[in-house]
């Protein structure tokens, strides 16, 4: 029901800004652009977090911004004027969340589309590994009350088992106005599990640099997992409120463990 609320509110803010048409500044990458643009990008990231050190990973990015014929300088000033104005950053991962969702379906050789594939994913439950966190996994971040952070909580239930382990993920970007290069940026992960035997358990990382994030816990072969809540705050030194942080690719992984785990406890 929160879930709910949430995107009923979500919805009437996009829609209130789309009512106020901007023009797009010829300096900026059109939108259609922008999207395939985003699809690889987020797609490279993803590649690049195996990678291994750092020059891997740039090289990944560099690739992407190549093939667009963009600089990476165009594509940050363009997503700070998206994040001005979010209502068409929503529109464009709505899209590529359908065309991900699509993909995924030919893939598996399922057609019927979203519908199919929120099935797949329940029926995917009792299975070894399973993405608990479905729907949107795009947060945009600034230091603005109501808008500086995103939290989540999941109950369990009867398909999870003793030595189960989570896993929390996101890819951090960065993006700040050029004319304010001293803006300080940073941001705060954390993951709380509660047992059935009353206990807790918690991880936490600072984020200060654009990149991919994991956080995890040591298993439990003593109890159960029965909650599971954490959040995501975003923090800044900017007066104006024009930095902001993009949470993208976020994921929340159970993995069951292995008959060989259990036998060693």
Not at 72 to 97: C, I, Q, T
Request: contains cysteine.
């Amino acid at each position: 029901m929160k879930r709910s609320i949430t995107k009923y509110f979500i919805l009437l803010f996009v829609l209130s800004l789309a009512a106020c048409k901007v023009e797009l500044p010829d300096n900026i990458i059109k939108p259609d652009k922008m999207e395939a643009l985003l699809y690889d990008y987020h797609l490279a990231q993803a590649m690049s977090s195996d990678a291994d050190g750092e020059y891997k990973r740039k090289l990944y990015a560099e690739y992407v911004f190549d093939k667009h014929g963009v600089t990476k300088a165009e594509f940050d000033s363009s997503m700070v004027w998206y994040m001005r104005y979010p209502n068409h950053l929503y529109k464009m991962y709505g899209s590529l969340y359908d065309k991900m969702v699509a993909e995924v379906d030919e893939l598996s050789g399922e057609g019927g589309g979203k519908e199919s594939t929120t099935v797949a994913l329940q029926n995917y439950l009792t299975g070894d590994t399973v993405n608990l966190w479905q729907g949107i996994n795009v947060e945009l971040l600034s230091a603005t009350p109501l808008r500086n952070n995103t939290r989540f909580m999941f109950d369990t239930d009867t398909t999870y088992k003793v030595g189960d382990s989570i896993i929390f993920s996101l890819d951090a970007l960065f993006v700040k106005p050029h004319a304010r290069a001293g803006v300080a940026q940073s941001a705060y992960a954390a993951m709380v599990l509660e047992y059935a035997d009353s206990t807790f358990t918690s991880t936490s990382q600072r984020i200060e640099a654009s990149g991919r994030y994991t956080l995890s816990v040591e298993r439990n072969f003593d109890s159960t997992i029965s909650a599971i809540f954490g959040y995501i705050y975003y923090t800044d030194n900017d007066s104006l409120a024009e930095s902001k942080m993009l949470a993208g690719e976020i994921s929340l992984v159970r993995i069951h463990a292995g008959e060989d785990d259990l036998d060693l406890e």
